[in-house]
């Protein structure tokens, strides 16, 4: 069966792009086709300074936000990275694959370091080595991501051919990225040209899940906008990307097209797209954010599913690590 992996950072609340570009559709490929693995990746949190006690408190609600936003763990596999020990022992080995210069052409570690690159931890580094860890430990076939994630997971297919080579076997699968939908690049909502982020400093930037309506209506409301209505046509939107990033989000949640969305709104003056927008904003997302509400009462429940999927999780890492150990040659302990 087809296997599907995918994580998302405990950095802070999940961003409208989080849920777009990645999440709404982990939620779309549960179902007969795929096995479905997700993770909240609180060891790639690390990469940046965090609070301890927030990371704890953005790990459980993020896990209730994926289940709120459908993620059943009835059917797919959920659970926190740091409670499997294997994806950091896999990604050592994976560091000792993956090469210098293929790291140094990442853009993220080059936009998130910035100038400051002496300055950047070694973990924002090696990032994507951990997340090749995190995939190739499931032998994941299939890996749904928002579009910043693709030029990671094309290392994480080199990881893999180059670790099949060298030891002459067949043995990692090459993930395929899925990147799906009309929204796999949300942008900030103050410069459409900045990805929507959850470590952006202005909170104003981005729709976070559980923001309630009011503040949805005024993120959008002050969102930047240029002095134009809206065109009649997709080709109207180049040039223009707060307006594309704006009728690509509406499209998204309406789960419409763009072709659709502009046929409605066309000649329309951004004052009144912007409600109609917050409308679609507030029916998709009040429901999940009433739900994460409801789970974060009850953190032992919490606790006890990602327990839970932790203890699934494992049982299919760790003979695969260990195939992977015996592969590179080390020696196995004897058990007295
Ligand atoms: N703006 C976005 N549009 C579409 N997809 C996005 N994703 C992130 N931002 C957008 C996708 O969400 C999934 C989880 O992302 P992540 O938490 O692992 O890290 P990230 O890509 O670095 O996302 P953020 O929100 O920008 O986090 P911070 O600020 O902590 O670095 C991924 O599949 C990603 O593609």
């Not at 559980?210 to 040039?239: M, V």
Request: aromatic share 6%; hydrophobic share 40%; glycine share 6%.
């Amino acid at each position: 069966m087809k296997r599907i992996f995918s994580g998302i950072q405990p950095t802070s609340s999940m961003t409208l792009g989080n849920y777009l570009g990645a999440v709404r559709n982990w939620v779309d490929l549960q179902g007969p086709e795929f096995e479905t693995i997700y993770c909240v990746v609180d060891l790639h949190a690390l990469t940046q300074p965090q609070d301890p006690d927030a990371l704890r408190t953005n790990t459980l609600s993020l896990a209730a936000t994926l289940i709120a936003a459908g993620i059943d763990p009835g059917k797919s596999i959920l659970f926190a990275q740091s409670h499997v020990h294997q994806h950091a022992e896999l990604a050592w080995l994976f560091s000792c694959i993956a090469r210098i210069g293929q790291l140094n052409r990442m853009t993220q570690f080059k936009e998130k370091a910035g100038k400051r690159r002496d300055e950047a931890y070694v973990g924002l580094y090696t990032y994507p080595v951990l997340m090749a860890a995190d995939i190739l430990l499931y032998k994941a076939t299939h890996v749904p991501v928002g579009e910043d994630q693709k030029q990671h997971l094309e290392l994480s297919r080199e990881i893999a051919g180059s670790f099949n080579h060298r030891y002459g076997v067949d043995f990692f699968p090459l993930p395929e990225p899925q990147i799906l939908g009309t929204a796999t690049r949300v942008m900030s909502l103050r410069d459409g040209t900045k990805k929507m982020s959850k470590s952006d400093e202005s909170d104003f930037s981005r729709i976070n899940m559980t923001d309630e309506a009011d503040l949805i209506a005024q993120k959008f409301r002050k969102a930047r906008t240029d002095p134009h209505p809206l065109p009649e046509a997709p080709e109207g939107l180049e040039g223009r990307p707060e307006a594309e990033n704006l009728v690509n989000i509406y499209a998204a949640l309406a789960r419409s097209s763009v072709e659709q969305v502009l046929a409605e709104h066309g000649g329309s003056q951004f004052s009144s797209f912007k409600q109609a927008l917050t409308d679609v904003a507030v029916t998709a997302l009040s429901p999940i954010a009433a739900a994460v509400n409801r789970l974060m009462a009850d953190p032992a429940q919490l606790d006890a599913v990602l327990a839970e999927g932790a203890e699934k999780a494992e049982a299919l890492a760790a003979p695969i690590l260990a195939d992977t150990r015996r592969l590179m040659g080390l020696a196995q302990r004897a058990r007295g």
